[in-house]
């Protein structure tokens, strides 16, 4: 049921014009024919009003939501009722502080791609992301009428090459 969720909610984002960079839908594991697997996927072009963007697809399915600023990137996130994960790329300090206080999620990577917390850490989904009263472990179970955040973030000296803010997703070139 899961695999069928995840493979209706990709085709959605298909079907109303996004467009599917990895398609990670009817794989097949080695030694593992029989399973049920979504191999990881990237739906690239997405917008808000999109089926894929508005209902959360568990598994490795990656939306890629372009944005013009900085500002408007922080308020889809905020307009969005779910609030599980998201990431920045920049090598601006002073906009990976912006984003990081200003996004209404759970899990946010700055120059990491995805956010998922160590065992350390709680899971730290938020609003329509997150269910109950207290997170899975960690010491969010105990402080459970708190409100967490988990931030990771990776800056490295010699990406620092302008002194603007840079929105864009890294590319290899």
Known sequence: AVVS????????????????????????????????FVGPTIINKVTP??????????????????????????????????????????????AARKFTNEVDVGQIGVNVPIPVPLPMFSFTGSRGSFLGDSNFYGKA?????????????????????TATAEVAMPRMQ
């Open 141 to 161: 179970g105990l402080n459970f009428y708190s409100q967490w955040k988990t931030v990771t973030t990776l800056w490295k000296e010699e990406d620092a090459k």
């Open 5 to 36: 969720t995840q493979s209706t909610g990709i085709q959605s984002g298909v079907d109303e014009g996004a467009e599917l960079s990895l398609d990670g839908r009817n794989i097949t594991v080695p030694g593992y024919e029989n399973g049920n």
């Open 49 to 94: 009003n999109m089926e894929c963007y508005r209902e959360e697809i568990f598994g490795p399915v990656l939306n890629v939501v372009e944005a013009d600023t900085m500002d408007e990137a922080i308020q889809i996130l905020n307009d969005n009722p779910y609030g599980n994960g998201c990431a920045v790329f920049t090598n601006s300090g002073a």
